[in-house]
């Protein structure tokens, strides 16, 4: 019965542990190393899978913002993480597969293969 108390009135929420800190002295730096690596890469997003209906809408955007001259939100997905873009389209060159847009500070190029949603902006 008195152990039911005392477990009862032990509050956890003060304890404060160091988390992997205590462990990483008895730790060869090669393990350390993979560690991290392993939580680095735990952070990434997969890459997601477009299909036919998805391309398409890419496609048109693309073509109505050229065409109207608008500014668009070009989201990019590359080595796990996502990108966004704004700026207005200027050209479109399939055989390289990129495209350039320019931002009121500077212009630059993105790859068709690395877009995965466009946004046009009003």
């Known amino acids: 019965m008195d152990f039911d108390k005392a477990m009862d009135s032990l509050d956890l929420s003060k304890v404060r542990d160091r988390g992997s800190k205590k462990w990483v002295a008895m730790m060869l730096p090669e393990h350390v190393k993979l560690l991290r690596e392993y939580m680095e890469e735990q952070k990434k997003t997969p890459r997601p899978n477009l299909d ?40 479109v060159d399939i055989n390289r597969r990129t495209i350039e847009m320019e931002d009121v500070f500077n212009s630059f190029t993105l790859q068709l293969d690395e877009i995965v949603d466009v946004t046009i902006l009003l």
């Open 52 to 91: 036919e209906w998805d391309l398409d809408i890419i496609q048109e955007n693309i073509q109505l913002a050229m065409k109207r001259n608008v500014e668009v939100e070009i989201k990019t997905w590359r080595n796990g993480a996502f990108h966004i873009h704004l700026g207005k389209v200027t050209w």
